[in-house]
Each structure stands twice: as C-alpha cells, then as structure tokens.
C-alpha cells in the first residue's frame, strides 16, 4: 500500500513514507493513452471524461486561485523508502512522485510541498484554503496540460492517517496534493497533514 507519512527531517514540513503497493497499482494501470483535447465542464454539467494522456514528467503546476505558479522537481524514494521532498533552500518548488502516473495518466499521481521552512511561508502555505470546483494544472515535458478540478480538502492526523483513502488505485486519472497540516509542535513537527483530491477534467 502506499503509505505517506508526514515526518520532520530538520525542516518544519519534512518527508514522507516510500510508495507502496497501491501507489505501484495506480502507475501500472496509466494503460489508457489518448491524446483527445478536452473543453472545461460547464457549471454544474459535467462533460465527456478526457482521455488519460500518455507519460510525459511534470514541469509545472499551478493553482490559480491560490496564485501558485511553482516549478516541479521529481521526487524518488531514498534511504529507509522514504520519498524525498523538494529541497528545503527552494520553499517555492513542488515535489511531483516519479514513480507514479504523470500528470493526465490514469492512476493517482502525487504532489508535495513544503507548508513552510525555518525561513518564513512555503509554496504550500494556503494550500487548506483551495475551493472545491477549483482548477489545478499540471504542466508536462511534452508542452500538453493537465487540468485537474478538486473534489475535496482533508485534514488527516497521521496517526490515523488513511493510506487506502488517499493513495488508493484509480481507473481515472486523479491527483492528490500533500503538504503538513494542524499544529506545529517543535519536538515532532506538525501534527496532520493537508490532502486536496483531484481529478482530471481536461486536456490542452
């Protein structure tokens, strides 16, 4: 299973947990490849699903209603299967799994953070605040966009952190968007973690 838990690692938001089973699940079945560009849904009238899109690595994301516009770094697992996060000398970089789908791949693609560092607010700083319907776009290598429309925002403790939840295997393309979350305690690090959960809604 693919189990992400948000730990202090000399930083105020640190790492996370190696990429399991699901997350493996999830990358395996980016099996549907198309490349149909897809309009925006209409309020409150949903359009056709776009076709997943073949691999390509993620560049950029942007959250326009928050104003993040944030280059992306490719994220591996490290010591102890522990993904990394993006260096902490750069808070406004976003971190994007490696090993899981590409933006527009079918699966459940990740994204991380930095909430803030020892130097003031983070990339992710607002990231809790982002609207239900709003748009997050994922830039690829291939020049494509993947456009992602958030379905929810989730405050999870980590000790009850719900893994199958969140990075569980998908047949449609989703995306979720991590970063620390609750109170900060300067023994342990902050005590929950932020999740957006997002699915994809067009292609350009």
């Known amino acids: 299973m693919f189990t992400v838990v948000l730990v202090t690692v000399g930083v105020r938001c640190g790492g996370h947990e190696a990429p399991g089973a699901a997350a493996r699940a999830a990358a395996a079945s980016a099996d549907g490849e198309g490349d149909r560009t897809e309009g ?33 770094v490719p994220l591996r697992l490290g010591p102890g299967r522990h993904l990394g996060t993006p260096p902490v000398d750069d808070p406004e970089l976003v971190g994007w799994y490696a090993g899981g789908p590409t933006p527009g791949e079918r699966g459940t693609a990740v994204a991380v953070g930095h909430r803030d560092t020892k130097t003031g607010p983070a990339v992710f700083a607002g990231l809790a605040r982002v609207a239900r319907g709003a748009r997050i776009e994922a830039r690829r290598a291939d020049g494509r966009t993947a456009v992602y429309t958030v379905d929810r925002v989730r405050v999870f403790d980590k000790a009850g952190f719900p893994d199958k939840e969140v990075y ?16 900060f305690r300067r023994a342990t690090g902050y005590t929950s973690n932020v999740v957006v959960f997002a699915h994809l809604t067009q292609t350009r």
């Not at 998908?170 to 970063?179: A, F, G, N």
Request: proline content about 20%; charged content about 20%; glycine content about 14%.
């Open 40 to 72: 925006k849904q209409g309020a409150g009238r949903p359009g056709p699903a776009p076709r997943p899109l073949p691999r390509s690595p993620a560049t950029t994301l942007r959250v326009p209603s928050l104003g993040i516009d944030a280059p992306i």
């Open 168 to 183: 569980g295997p998908s047949k449609r393309p989703e995306l979720r968007v991590l970063t620390c979350g609750g109170l």
